[in-house]
């Protein structure tokens, strides 16, 4: 796709759908915010560090949106601090089902171990499994897509064609990294070849590494 013709898909997707009105999104600040935060200093500090980790201004959309959308699934793509934090979204919650899957064993590992001494008990599953047999998605679930080295992006961005179907099925993509000119092409790709659409959620993630996210879906909501 050409730049001209991907900022033009830009602009037309950015204003015309959308999944949540923007007075909506500008209202997002949850009262266990800091409880997201002392836990996310927790996991940089002895698992992993800022930059590996989903922001914080992330986390908190993603909380958001978990209370809002109520997904039955949640596919949480690259284990980590997303996965504690799609746990605690959910609280006691049984509507919900979280899989979450990475492509490195070691860090799987670490991550279990992490989720433990949280009192999560959770099998995460190789992303090489997850690609043979991808498990079922109903309508409305949500996907979480931070895998990979974030030095390259390569995984990310194959992993989006795996996403398609689900998204096409009614699954909503939350995408982090568009800074990253690879996933920002990739994602406007998806949007092109499938006409979906894409929620910019630039102004409540952008952080201090310059990262932030956007939505992609295929059944904005027109009211
Ligand atoms: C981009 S991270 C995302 C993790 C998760 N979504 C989160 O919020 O923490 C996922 C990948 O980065 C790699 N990774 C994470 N932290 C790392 C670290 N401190 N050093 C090296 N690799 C790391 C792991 O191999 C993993 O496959």
Redesign the pocket.
Known sequence: MTKKVAETFFWHYHFTKTIFPNSYLTQINPTDGKGIEDVRRE?CDT???Q????SQKA?IVIYNLIHSLKPPVIL????????W?CYYSIGNSTNTTIISV???N??IAK?ENFLTKHHIKTTISNYKTFEKSPPYLPSGSLI?N?????DNFI?RESSLHLLTEYIKNGAILFL?DIHKPRVKAAALQLIHDNNFYFQDLCSITFDNFGRYSWLIFSKPNES
């Open positions: 996991y698992c992993s560090s930059v590996f980790s989903i986390s949480d793509l690259g284990s980590g601090f997303t996965t934090l990475d492509s490195s070691d860090w991550n979480i931070d895998i990979g080295d974030p995984l982090d």
